[in-house]
């Protein structure tokens, strides 16, 4: 089964702008009320009120901006599937493996015997008959789990109970 993806925040795209060009307004309208004023007690409100949220503003703006540059976007779902020709791809490689899927002791999740979180770890043992949830990065087949150790068949037989919870 696969795991539906987290979506891009959105007020990253079009957040960092807006906070931009709102903090830009509130520093010009705070250094126009400061200019006008002689005195410093007099210039307090508007450094206040209008200069500081300013500043404030501009700095959330530019690491919104900075922040959407680096959150890639989102791939259409021709770049999740694995290609069909086997060709070289553009997408991320999701583990893969004929081999019955793994846990750590006291884990709560199944893993392919490949995923870089159990990979080269000697802990690592077969899952069995226990019932874990898939590792949301290498997301192993549900039906692996039922596969007795050494059958690479993909539609193994359910083990006794397992429909059970």
């Known amino acids: 089964m696969r795991m539906p993806r987290l979506p891009e925040w959105r007020p990253l795209r079009w957040g960092g702008p807006a906070a931009l060009a709102a903090g830009a307004v509130l520093c010009v309208l705070g250094w126009y009320g400061v200019s006008g004023e002689r005195s410093a007690e007099r210039q307090l409100p508007y450094l206040a009120s209008g200069t500081v949220p300013g500043a404030a503003l501009l700095v959330v703006g530019a690491v919104w901006i900075a922040a959407a540059a680096r959150?890639?976007?989102?791939?259409?779902?021709?770049?999740?599937?694995?290609?069909?020709?086997?060709?070289?791809?553009g997408g991320a490689v999701r583990p893969s493996s004929d081999a019955p899927p793994v846990r750590v002791p006291r884990g709560?999740?199944?893993?392919?015997?490949?995923?870089?979180?159990?990979?080269?770890?000697?802990?690592?043992?077969?899952?069995?008959?226990?019932?874990?949830?898939?590792?949301?990065?290498?997301?192993?087949?549900?039906?692996?789990?039922?596969?007795?150790?050494?059958?690479?068949?993909?539609g193994g037989a359910a083990a006794p109970g397992a429909g059970s919870p």
């Open 108 to 154: 709560t999740l199944a893993h392919r015997p490949d995923c870089p979180l159990v990979a080269g770890r000697p802990e690592a043992v077969p899952v069995g008959g226990a019932r874990l949830r898939p590792c949301p990065v290498c997301e192993p087949d549900p039906r692996d789990g039922d596969r007795p150790p050494g059958d690479a068949s993909a």
């Open 71 to 89: 959150t890639p976007a989102a791939p259409g779902p021709a770049a999740r599937e694995p290609d069909a020709g086997g060709g070289e791809g």
